[in-house]
């Protein structure tokens, strides 16, 4: 994500994206118990009751600090409540790992509908993060996110049928958030040609 318009304050939208993903991850680890039966999942579900806890006091402290909450933290609080209801409810290891297929092969089939159709959903999420970016531009990166989104569903099969449930769940926690911000950065220098506005660059 580009860098806010101001730097006051920068840091708490950054805590607010990551902060939840953080603690899911450390209550993961400090209520598995080695060895025994079940402990991952158990584990996985004390984290995504964590998980839900925290992405909701994300979005009151935004609206508390910021005065509004972003569209991509609702999204991220509707996924994240209502998957992590079904993950406690179903209390399955197979559907914690499946899930994020689930949501992967969504967002590719919205966000590349979208594009097939000439409207670029990703406009309505992040125009306020992407400031001048025209029409051109919001297509061509609504269509790079879809087929992103359809690369990761097809790469999270391959691990959860190839990984122990351990092993895949510490590659999707940080694997897939350092995939996902390469991606974002790589996409920069097409915004750019496309009205990008990035703080500093006109004044150089």
Do not use: C
């Not at 933290?73 to 179903?90: Q, R």
């Not at 290891?93 to 959903?121: D, N």
């Amino acid at each position: 994500m580009v860098a806010p318009k101001k730097s006051e304050g920068s840091l708490l939208p950054l805590l607010l994206d990551f902060g939840p993903l953080l603690i899911f991850f450390a209550v993961f680890k400090l209520t598995q118990s080695d060895g025994a039966a079940l402990a991952s999942t158990r584990a996985a579900i004390n984290g995504t009751l964590a998980f839900m806890a925290a992405i909701l006091v994300a979005v009151a402290v935004s609206k508390w600090k910021l005065g509004r909450v972003s569209p991509m933290l609702w999204l991220s609080a509707v996924l994240v409540v209502g998957f992590g209801a079904l993950t406690v409810y179903f209390n399955d290891e197979s559907f914690i790992q499946i899930k994020p297929t689930i949501i992967y092969t969504a967002f590719a089939v919205l966000l590349l509908g979208g594009w097939m159709t000439g409207r670029p959903l990703l406009r309505y999420l992040l125009q306020a993060a992407y400031d001048g970016l025209n029409e051109t531009g919001w297509m061509k990166l609504s269509r790079n996110w879809g087929l992103f989104f359809a690369g990761m569903a097809l790469i999270n099969e391959a691990l959860r049928y190839s990984l122990d449930f351990e092993t895949w769940l510490t590659v999707k926690v940080w694997g897939v958030t350092a995939l996902s911000f390469l991606f974002a950065m790589s996409q920069i220098p097409m915004l750019m040609k496309h009205g990008l506005a990035i703080e500093g660059a006109k004044g150089e």
